[in-house]
Nanobody
Framework: QVQLVESGGGLVQAGGSLTLSCAASGRSFGRYAMGWFRQAPGKERNFVAAISWSGGITSYADSVKGRFTISRDNFKNMMYLQMNSLKPEDMAVYYC?????????????????WGQGTQVTVSS
């Protein structure tokens, strides 16, 4: 099993940047593919980005491609989401997720472990 804790959310002006972090505890972090999802009020939880166990393969939602970068550090049991050029439509609670597969997934149903979420607010 793995436990996940997100941090780094906050208030930022449109066009600004934030970096989210996800700290994982438990064994075999390097064997888990990881992902970021987000959920705005009254909406479904949507895929943002995912990364394979090694970090060698990444995938992004079209809405964030070119603006967000996902990365991980398996030595530190950490995953990150660098968010640039933030837009008001990026505002949501962002969740870190892990799946006990080495290949990444883009669907929330593929992930068994979730953090508690961190709020990102973007002011226009």
């Amino acid at each position: 099993q793995v436990q996940l804790v997100e941090s780094g959310g906050g208030l930022v002006q449109a066009g600004g940047s934030l970096t989210l972090s996800c700290a994982a505890s438990g064994r075999s972090f390097g064997r888990y593919a990881m992902g970021w999802f987000r959920q705005a009020p009254g909406k479904e939880r949507n895929f943002v980005a995912a990364i394979s166990w090694s970090g060698g393969i990444t995938s992004y939602a079209d809405s964030v491609k070119g603006r967000f970068t996902i990365s991980r550090d398996n030595f530190k049991n950490m995953m990150y989401l660098q968010m640039n050029s933030l837009k008001p439509e990026d505002m949501a609670v962002y969740y870190c997720a892990a799946r006990s597969q080495m290949v990444l997934g883009r669907s929330a149903q593929e992930y068994a472990y979730w953090g508690q979420g961190t709020q990102v607010t973007v002011s226009s």
